[in-house]
């Protein structure tokens, strides 16, 4: 089991990475934005890696945190979920995004990723729910903006009412809230909000 790769960046595309260690080029596959951390060809990167044996093939796939691997895992334990759909899904949806998408139950954020359809947004949506918090991520989202009052809720209203769609507010407000802690108020959430948005 190959866990982590360091060497030079060899070369990038379709969603794949060469990195050349000690003259060996091991080829990984990416979501497409891990392949925009990866930096210039010639620069020495470091990958964590996930490795399927099958009987017709040995692949390896890339990650740029510990964060995205985690949830390639999580989402292939998902009945029509493989590997390239999950790396699929990570090219769309950042972890935090996914994490809001699943916490508010958001099946058309999902269905953003192209070979999902509504059946199985749904079931990820569905099976996912109980699991979001085990992976450190989205633990605000649960039960937070499901209420119609509060600071979260608020400031989502906020940011949609200023024209951006509920799951881009709810997972600005959720890395605001995240950055800020129990110290933010809705005035705070909402300018680091769009602060986040502008990104």
């Not at 089991?1 to 060899?10: C, S, V």
């Not at 497409?32 to 990167?45: D, F, N, P, Y």
């Not at 890339?62 to 009945?79: C, H, K, M, N, P």
């Not at 633990?139 to 209203?157: E, M, R, T």
Request: hydrophobic share 45%.
């Amino acid at each position: 089991m190959i866990a982590k790769l360091t060497g030079r960046l060899d070369s990038t595309g379709g969603g794949e990475a060469v990195v050349d260690v000690g003259g060996v080029g091991y080829l990984l596959f990416c979501s497409a934005r891990t392949l925009t951390q990866l930096g210039t060809v010639g620069e020495v990167v470091t990958l964590l890696t996930e490795t399927h044996v099958r009987e017709d093939h040995i692949h390896l796939y890339g990650f740029a945190t510990d964060i995205e691997r985690d949830w390639f895992r999580l989402l292939q334990s998902v009945q029509g979920v493989g590997a390239r759909m999950a790396l699929g899904v990570l090219s769309v949806l950042v972890p935090d995004e996914l994490a809001v998408a699943i916490g508010a139950q958001d099946k058309a954020s999902v269905q953003r990723v192209s070979g999902i359809g509504a059946k199985l947004a749904t079931r990820i949506v569905t099976e996912l729910a109980d699991k979001v918090p085990a992976l450190g991520s989205g633990q605000i989202i649960q039960g937070d903006f499901g209420d119609d009052s509060g600071p979260l809720s608020d400031a989502v209203s906020a940011l949609v009412n200023l024209g951006y769609r509920p799951a881009e507010a709810s997972t600005a407000v959720s890395v605001a809230a995240r950055d800020l802690g129990s110290d933010g108020g809705v005035g705070d959430l909402i300018r680091l909000g769009l602060k986040e948005l502008a990104r």
